[in-house]
């Protein structure tokens, strides 16, 4: 299993922008998927997961209101969508896929129970 992630980029705080992770090797609709980032000089930190149908996302409490994520399993692809980005998001972004056995809930934050990881893209917001 592969993942690619893509859309990173220089952005103006207030800005958006959107990252794309497409998987190969494997269906998506077998994975829960997640994207996790980390900022220089920090520890990796979890930013959203989204369960294999499109349900039960989970956001970070420091991205929601503004991240969303989505996922098309038909193109094999998860999204990221960053609305209203701050200096404080600059961070390089991977996706991450979960198969079975799937973490349970109070272990989702937890980047070590990820099976697979992409290539991060980096994103900075500029103030």
């Known amino acids: 299993v592969q993942l690619q992630a893509s859309g990173g980029g220089l952005v103006q705080a207030g800005g958006s922008l959107r990252l794309a992770c497409v998987v190969s090797g494997r269906d998506l609709n077998r994975y829960d998927m997640a994207w996790f980032r980390q900022a220089p000089g920090k520890e990796r930190e979890f930013v959203a997961r989204?369960?294999?149908?499109?349900?039960?996302?989970y956001l970070s409490d420091a991205v929601k209101g503004r991240f969303t994520i989505s996922r098309d399993n038909a193109k094999n692809t998860v999204y990221l969508q960053m609305n209203s980005l701050k200096p404080e998001d600059t961070a390089v972004y991977s996706c991450?896929?979960?198969?079975?056995?799937?973490?349970?809930?109070?272990?989702?934050?937890?980047?070590?129970?990820?099976?697979?990881w992409g290539r991060g893209t980096l994103v900075t917001v500029s103030s």
């Open positions: 989204l369960g294999r149908s499109g349900n039960r996302p």
């Open positions: 991450a896929a979960d198969g079975p056995p799937y973490q349970i809930l109070s272990y989702i934050r937890d980047y070590q129970g990820y099976d697979y």
